[in-house]
């Protein structure tokens, strides 16, 4: 008996319980979502500022189911829509989340494959650290160095306690690197600090004791009250358990301005960083690599003799100090 031979007309196809409406993947556009700047993370819900402006009220939403397990961060700029009035038990809906400019990001140790996002679109990554009680560790100071430069954030070095010690023998390891390095007292307000804030989104992170909680509370008005919000743990002191964005005073020229705390960390895994990383983030470093053998580690002889950049000390187009604080972070990565 030869086989017998189908065609459409031959298919049986049995109704789905919820009706003959084919299902389709296209997802509606919302266009008319308004912009919003993640400033909580709290339990599947995100506190939210609308335009990045933080005189209006704060809006809390979901993440839409169209985003399944989209991660979202503080610092996202996401589209909203429902519910924008920000009153109490009102929610809105979090449907886009906007292409990231920066991304700072840890592991927890340099084996560890798992990524965590500590902050998106932060222009600056300040690092606190004391210059006395507790005694400052160029080792962790390297290791942000090293996930700022990697995420496309500006780095910015404050050394707090400096009415302890001087500040000057730690600071000058930096200064070839071209980045700003500050100092602070606890006697005196951080104003400058204040002024290189003013109008950016900037994200802090150092260890405890070293005065990154006091510099919050001096940067921003009734911060504790606006931590008290997300975390009831260490009442009566500015104890952060999340990262948070708290809101600057607006600049002169009318820009918002955020400050993102995170939690005190040990130290930054760079599992998901390379030795190209670094020196590309440098406009002067990024075209020298190129013409490096393949591997390089760029940090010169005996590991990588034939490193390209020591070519440009050699022609005069890279100072030689500029170099060693170079591979001074580079070493974090080993």
């Excluded at 494959?113 to 005694?135: C, G, K, M, S, W």
């Excluded at 390891?173 to 500050?182: C, K, M």
């Excluded at 190129?290 to 590991?303: S, W």
Aim: hydrophobic share 40%; aromatic share 4%; proline share 8%.
């Amino acid at each position: 008996m030869s086989p017998r031979e189908y065609d459409e007309s031959d298919v049986r196809v049995r109704p789905g319980r919820r009706g003959s409406r084919p299902r389709t993947k296209r997802r509606p556009d919302h266009a008319d979502a308004a912009d919003a700047m993640v400033t909580v993370v709290d339990r599947g819900r995100w506190t939210c500022a609308p335009d990045g402006d933080s005189t209006r009220a704060p809006v809390t939403a979901m993440r839409a189911r169209e985003l399944g397990r989209t991660p979202i961060v503080v610092g996202d700029r996401v589209g909203l829509i429902g519910d924008l009035s920000g009153a109490v038990d009102s929610l809105a809906r979090i449907v886009r989340v906007e292409p990231r400019t920066t991304l700072l990001r840890r592991t927890a140790d340099d084996t560890d494959p798992f990524e965590r996002i500590v902050v998106a679109n932060a222009e600056q990554l300040v690092i606190v650290t004391a210059v006395a009680d507790p005694v400052p560790r160029t080792g962790f100071v390297d290791r942000c160095l090293v996930a700022a430069y990697a995420g496309g954030l500006r780095p910015v070095l404050c050394l707090t306690k400096s009415d302890l010690a001087d500040p000057e023998s730690f600071a000058a390891a930096y200064r070839e690197l071209d980045f700003p390095v500050l100092v602070t007292r606890r006697d005196r307000p951080p104003t400058e600090l204040a002024q290189l804030l003013s109008g950016r989104v900037s994200a802090l992170v150092g260890h405890s004791g070293v005065g990154k909680s006091t510099l919050v509370n001096a940067l921003v008005p009734d911060a504790e009250l606006a931590v008290g919000v997300v975390s009831s743990v260490g009442k009566g002191r500015h104890t952060t358990v999340a990262a948070i964005a708290l809101p600057l005073p607006v600049s002169v020229d009318g820009r918002p301005g955020w400050v993102v705390d995170t939690p005190g960390v040990r130290s930054f895994g760079l599992a998901h960083v390379t030795a190209d990383d670094i020196p590309a983030a440098f406009e002067d470093l990024a075209d020298a690599i190129e013409d490096c053998p393949r591997g390089c580690g760029h940090l010169g002889p005996p590991a990588d003799p034939e490193c390209a950049l020591d070519v440009r000390v050699t022609d005069g187009l890279l100072r030689p100090g500029r170099l060693t604080a170079l591979r001074r972070v580079l070493v974090a990565l080993r």
